[in-house]
């Protein structure tokens, strides 16, 4: 993840949660590289064989990430384990 304090991200989600959506295009280069890596932990467990990219994965989580009308996270905590 790039630098930036948890209190930022967090300040980003909750102005996303009050509607600002260039939020959510502020907090996406800042948090990528950590979906990525959260995204291959549950790849490497996936059976043999199985067809799904860690990419393809992240971009499918973004993608309904966007689609929320109103969020809900509480903090940084809340949005990455």
């Given at each position: 993840m790039m630098s930036v304090s948890a209190a930022g991200v967090t300040q980003l989600l909750f102005d996303w949660q009050q509607g600002d959506q260039s939020a959510l295009k502020k907090l996406t280069p800042l948090i990528y590289d950590e979906l990525r890596r959260i995204a291959h932990h549950y790849v490497k467990h996936e059976r043999n064989g199985h067809t799904l990219q860690t990419t393809a994965l992240v971009h499918e989580a973004y993608v309904r990430l966007a689609g929320q009308e109103t969020p809900e996270w509480q903090?940084?905590?809340?949005?990455?384990?």
């Open positions: 903090n940084r905590s809340h949005f990455l384990p």
